[in-house]
């Protein structure tokens, strides 16, 4: 009985080590392509990285250059603004400029309501004009 029962015990250990061995093979498998996709991951993080960072070092060289045209300019404005003729000469450009500006939105103004007049008046009826007796109706 005892060599039956040793043989009943190698055979079920047997079974259970070949159901571990298959157990073991799917976990590895399955851990091998969870590790084969986290390399592909951060391989794609890494040229991301990359890429942003070419991208930056872009910016910063371009915005370095446009410090130095900038600063460029400011000097310009301060030597012209150093002399009092010049800064005189300023003044008057601006006024122009603020003048012009008034004019144009005072202007645009009046003919805009003037034209919306225009294009009521042709567009009523003759009975909507005699409500208004100040308007002539030969328009």
């Known amino acids: 009985m005892d060599s039956l029962e040793e043989g009943g015990l190698r055979s079920s250990s047997s079974y259970s080590s070949g159901i571990n061995d298959h157990d073991n093979e799917k976990t590895m498998d399955s851990l091998h392509d969870r590790v084969s996709?986290?390399?592909?991951?951060?391989?794609?993080?890494?040229?991301?990285?990359?890429?942003h960072n070419r991208m930056l070092d872009r910016m910063g060289n371009e915005m370095d250059a446009s410090r130095g045209i900038m600063s460029g300019t400011i000097d310009r404005f301060k030597m012209v603004f150093e002399k009092k003729?010049?800064?005189?000469?300023?003044?008057?450009?601006?006024?122009?400029?603020?003048?012009?500006?008034?004019?144009?939105?005072?202007?645009?103004?009046?003919?805009?309501?003037?034209?919306?007049?225009?294009?009521?008046?042709?567009?009523?009826?003759?009975?909507?004009?005699?409500?208004?007796?100040?308007i002539p109706l030969s328009l």
Do not use: M, Q, W
């Open 85 to 134: 003729s010049s800064r005189r000469i300023c003044k008057l450009a601006a006024y122009f400029v603020l003048a012009f500006f008034l004019l144009y939105y005072l202007l645009g103004e009046h003919l805009f309501l003037a034209s919306t007049i225009s294009f009521t008046l042709k567009t009523a009826s003759p009975a909507y004009l005699l409500t208004f007796p100040c």
């Open 37 to 51: 996709f986290l390399k592909r991951l951060t391989g794609d993080i890494n040229e991301e990285v990359e890429s």
